[in-house]
C-alpha cells in the first residue's frame, strides 16, 4: 500500500505517531508531507529517527499553526497541488491526516482532489480547552471538516467520547508503542528520587502545575523533577529543583524515562501521549492529571493514580517517596497494561485494516 500522512506540526507526539506507523508497516510505503516549526525542532533532526527505506518526505511550505485565512488558503492550495500530483503518479491508497490544522484543510484538499480514502486522527481534540470562544470555533470547525468526509479515528476512549458528544461519527483505535523492543527496563538505583516529564512546555501542558508541584518539594533534599523537552512556556518553570533538558533524541530521552521514579502528567488534555505509554513499557509507576486521553491509561492505585489538584499529586508523590518497595510493583503492572493494550503491533494492524477498507 500507499500511504500519504499529512502532518503540519511534524514534531512531539505528532511526529512519534507518525513514525510508529511507518515502524509498523514497513511492508508499505509512506509518504509525509509535512510543515516545520523549527524554533521546536528542525525537520532533518525528526526525520533521523524514521526507519530508512520505506519513507518519503515533502515539505509542506505554507502550512504553520495559527488561524490565518490568507496563509491557510496558500497552505490549502499547495496541499491541494501536492495529493493530485501524488495521486495521479504513482496513486495513493490512503491519506492520513495528523492534528486538527491538517486534519481541516488536508480534508477539504481531499475532497477537491477527488480522494476519498481519508483518515484523520486529531490526537488531541482542539475543543477541549481554552477560552469559551475559540472552543466554540474549534467545534464548529471540526463538524465543518467532517462534511466533507474522512473517517475521524480517536486515540483514545475518553476522545472518542468527547467527539461523540458534538455530533461527530468516530471510531477509536489506542495509540501504541513496540512494547516487546523495550520489555528490558532500566531501574533508577540511585538515591534520588526523579519525576519526569515529556513534551513541549505550553498552556496544553500546564507548566503552571508542574511548578507548583515542584516548588512544595524545593527544599527537600533528594528529589527532583525533570522536564525532557521546550516551549514557549518555558520561563514557568522557576521552581529550582526543575531540570529543563531542552529538546532531545529518542534515545536521550529514553534515558530519562529510564531514570525515573515517578512519570508526572499534570496535562489540561491529551490525545493519548506516547511519553506515558513509554514509561509504562519501561515499568514505570504514572501519576496523571484526570484529563481526556489520561485517564484511560490509569488503572487507580494499580499502575498509578489521577489527581486534580498540585495538593493530591503532592500527598501521592510523598506516598511514592516514602513507600519505594510499591514503586517497582506498580511498575510491573504498567508494563502488562501498556503490553495487553497499547501495543504498537495491535495500532499498526487495526490502522492498516481500516487503509485497506477504505479502498474496498
Known amino acids: 500500500m500507499r500511504i500519504v500522512h499529512v502532518a503540519e506540526p511534524f514534531v512531539s507526539g505528532v511526529a ?17 508531507v509535512h510543515g516545520e516549526r523549527p524554533q521546536v525542532m528542525v525537520p532533518e533532526k525528526v526525520m533521523q529517527d524514521f526507519p530508512k527505506g520505506n519513507v518519503r518526505f515533502i515539505r509542506w511550505r505554507s502550512a504553520q499553526r495559527e488561524i490565518r485565512p490568507i496563509r ?34 488536508g480534508r477539504l484538499a481531499c475532497w477537491a482532489a477527488g480522494i476519498r480514502q481519508v483518515v484523520y486522527t486529531p490526537n488531541g481534540a482542539p475543543f477541549l480547552w481554552g477560552s469559551g470562544f475559540s472552543r466554540f470555533l474549534f467545534r464548529q470547525l471540526e463538524r465543518i471538516a467532517s462534511a466533507f468526509g474522512g473517517q475521524v ?52 501542558k500546564n507548566p503552571a502545575l508542574f511548578n507548583e508541584i515542584a516548588a512544595y518539594f524545593e527544599d527537600i533534599p533528594g528529589i527532583e523533577f525533570v522536564w525532557v523537552g521546550d516551549g514557549p512556556d518555558r520561563s514557568l518553570l522557576t521552581a529550582k529543583n526543575i531540570q529543563v533538558t531542552g529538546w ?110 477504505k479502498n474496498q
Request: charge should be positive; proline fraction near 2%; aromatic fraction near 8%.
Open 16 to 32: 512519534t505517531f507518525v513514525r510508529s506507523l511507518v515502524e509498523g508497516m514497513q511492508e508499505d510505503t509512506h509518504v509525509i
Open 153 to 204: 479515528v480517536c486515540c483514545s476512549p475518553s476522545e472518542h467520547i468527547a467527539y461523540r458528544a458534538i455530533g461527530i461519527n468516530a471510531a477509536c483505535i489506542n495509540n501504541g508503542v513496540p512494547v516487546r523492543k523495550r520489555k528490558e527496563a532500566m531501574i533508577n538505583t540511585s538515591s534520588c528520587f526523579r519525576v519526569v516529564t515529556c513534551g513541549r512546555i505550553i498552556g496544553q
Open 248 to 357: 532531545l533524541s529518542c534515545r536521550s530521552t529514553q534515558g530519562y524515562l529510564s531514570m525515573a521514579s515517578v512519570y508526572l502528567s499534570t496535562s489540561n488534555f491529551e490525545g493519548m501521549p506516547f511519553a506515558v505509554l513509554e514509561a509504562l513499557v519501561l515499568k514505570k509507576t504514572v501519576l496523571l492529571k484526570d484529563c481526556v486521553g489520561n485517564r484511560d491509561i490509569v488503572m487507580k492505585g494499580t499502575n498509578g493514580d489521577l489527581f486534580q489538584t498540585a495538593g493530591t499529586a503532592i500527598l501521592k508523590i510523598l506516598r511514592y517517596h516514602n513507600n519505594r518497595e510499591m514503586l517497582s510493583i506498580m511498575g510491573e503492572y504498567s508494563q502488562r497494561h501498556c503490553e495487553r493494550e497499547f501495543d504498537l503491533t495491535n495500532m499498526s494492524s487495526a490502522y492498516r485494516h481500516l487503509y485497506v477498507s
Open 72 to 105: 491557510d488558503l496558500h497552505a490549502f492550495v499547495e496541499l491541494y497541488v501536492i495529493l493530485r500530483r501524488l495521486k495521479k503518479n504513482p496513486g495513493v491508497d490512503a491519506v492520513h491526516l495528523h492534528s486538527s490544522k491538517s486534519g481541516f484543510i
